[in-house]
């Protein structure tokens, strides 16, 4: 699976849109882009992942640049209880692959009033 | 709540004993994986299985075991315990996983197990 490059710390302000990036410049044409997020020592949260198009759901959108070697992950209106580390994993998804998650050290997005 | 059960929440053992931790999966779920976080070491894949079979192994040390059952709950056996093995320890389940192909994983809260 390929490496991703997450910057360590961010902030942002309560209510004001949240932009995370990833860095996946090795990712190959079947590695799927995957993000959750672990709040505070709870179970890591499934949010979003998507393949080349972008994707969107009830907790957040995901952008995938055109050459795949980025992406994006976008919590519209941010609150105090977004504050969590969050993951860019990338992952094969086929059939011959297991459905393993490598961890990287991840975001840690700091969300303030 | 991600339907992912996971039994003790915490547990205080002295080194060179043995625990098993228990995971119930999701309803219809498959696959079990196996997690542990440590402080340092950020999270860590130990083991997977899949109705029943390993499917993928990680850094699991040798004094570590596990199982999937008929109905699908997992037990992960950590036994000559040392202090080094506090951790978070997390399972987590999915449709997939084995050879129809992958789909997200949901995470239970975790087994917080402390080692004196």
């Known amino acids: 699976d390929a490496k991703t490059t997450q910057p360590p710390s961010m902030d942002c302000a309560e209510g004001r849109a949240a932009n995370l990036p990833c860095n996946h410049s090795?990712?190959?044409?079947?590695?799927?882009v995957y993000w959750y997020r672990q709040i505070h020592s709870q179970g890591p949260q499934y949010i979003i992942h998507?393949?080349?198009n972008n994707e969107t759901n009830e907790m957040a959108s995901l952008i995938i640049t055109e050459d795949r070697k980025s992406s994006t992950l976008i919590l519209p209106h941010a609150t105090l209880r977004d504050t969590a580390v969050y993951y860019c994993?990338?992952?094969?998804?086929?059939?011959?692959?297991?459905?393993?998650?490598?961890f990287g050290q991840g975001t840690t997005l700091q969300v303030k009033p | 709540d991600s339907g992912v059960t996971q039994t003790p929440k915490h547990l205080i053992t002295a080194t060179g004993q043995r625990v098993t931790l228990r995971c119930s999966p999701r309803s219809g779920d498959l696959s079990v994986y196996w997690y542990q976080q440590s402080l340092d070491q950020g999270l860590q894949f130990l083991i997977q299985?899949?109705?029943?079979?390993?499917?993928a192994k990680g850094n699991i040390l040798e004094r570590f075991s596990a199982q999937q059952f008929p109905d699908l709950h997992s037990e992960l056996n950590l036994s000559s315990l040392e202090l080094g093995d506090s951790a978070l320890y997390f399972c987590?389940?999915?449709?997939?996983?084995?050879?129809?192909?992958?789909?997200?994983?949901?995470f239970g809260q975790g087994t917080r197990l402390t080692v004196v």
């Open positions: 987590a389940s999915s449709v997939g996983g084995g050879p129809a192909g992958n789909t997200e994983a949901f």
């Open positions: 299985y899949y109705n029943g079979e390993e499917r």
């Open positions: 090795t990712i190959s044409g079947n590695e799927y």
């Open positions: 998507g393949l080349k």
């Open positions: 994993i990338v992952r094969v998804d086929g059939s011959s692959n297991t459905g393993k998650l490598i």
